[in-house]
């Protein structure tokens, strides 16, 4: 007698989609060496399929641009959605990428797609019966987890040191500290003041926000290395590739970009490059899971290590997707419009263990902040 298998079968053929727009408030002012956090444009897709699966995805700005997602959503991407494959992400991403040719590679169109891609992956893990974590990969079921609420520019240094104490106490591995001062010496001074008050044990990361030029980082980072100091943050613009590898060859603070990138190619010159130590992106504005996998796997690829920009909600099991996760960035932003929180155990996120992206969205608050 011959054993016979059988996969279950679903119809994801996608029937319906819709897209809107919801403001969130800023939880704690936020500032940096360019700009303060605005507040939270969330653009919302959701999508049913033809077994009545409802996938639920989203994408953000800090503050602008959030409209013009919307109507490149409205007028081209979800007519073309309608009539694809939920379970088949990558023939939808790329059936739409070519729907927007000519807007690629793009900030608008990339935040575009990631709100697609996403409801697309919650619907796919939904019909699945399954996690996203486990479903993009399953490498390990929580994430080291370090604090940047703590570190913005606009805090005093005694500020600082007692955020910084209190994450330790709560047994993060990390701390981020914003830097960008007039002077580098006030810099040194505030992260100094950091590193004595929580000693050697625990990680203290900086980020300039594309705010130096490449002489600048390198005469900074001169001083940071004296502080042993984890990682340098978007130190110049992110598309000065040539001056991110000077400061690389420069130093021994590892070098962390990929923020503010937008598309896969644009890591891969950076890493081909010798110019990133560490890579964090963010998968809105590379433009949904789909293109974020393909990061990660690229930079395993060059032994380096991912460690995702904001966004906690969803990179916490994108994290714990892929084997060279570093770090999970701890920025609360959804408590508003969500019924649950990060689990966090000794330092570490725990990857969300039901069907879908994790998320479990109030939707009547959702609503109320809808934008008009």
Known sequence: MTDTFSIPTVDGTIVSAEAWLSDLEVETVRTDAMQSFLKQETIFVRLRTADGIEGLGYSYTIGTGGRAVLSLLRETLLPALVGLDANRPEHVWRALHSTTRATTVGVITSLALAAVDTAVWDARCRAAGLPLWVAAGGAEPSIPLYDTEGGWLHFDTDELVAQAL??????????KVKVGKPRAREDFERLAAVREAVGDTMDIMVDANQSMTAAEAIRRAALFEQLDIFWFEEPLPADD?????????????????????????????????????????????????????????????????????????????????????????HIPQLRAVTRSELVVEAGRALAPSTPGLGIEWDLDAVDDLRVA
């Open 241 to 329: 590739i040539a001056g991110h590898r000077r400061l690389a060859a420069s130093t021994r603070v590892p070098v962390a970009v990929g923020e503010s990138m937008y598309s896969v190619g644009q890591f891969r010159e950076y890493l081909q490059s010798q110019a990133a130590s560490i890579v964090q992106v963010d998968v809105a504005r590379i433009g949904g899971i789909t293109p974020w996998l393909k990061v990660a796997h690229l930079a395993e690829a060059f032994n380096v290590a991912v460690a995702p920009h904001f966004l906690m909600e969803l990179h916490v099991s994108l994290c714990c997707a892929v084997p060279n996760a570093l770090y999970l960035e």
């Open 166 to 175: 209190e994450s330790q106490r709560r047994g993060l591995g990390g701390v």
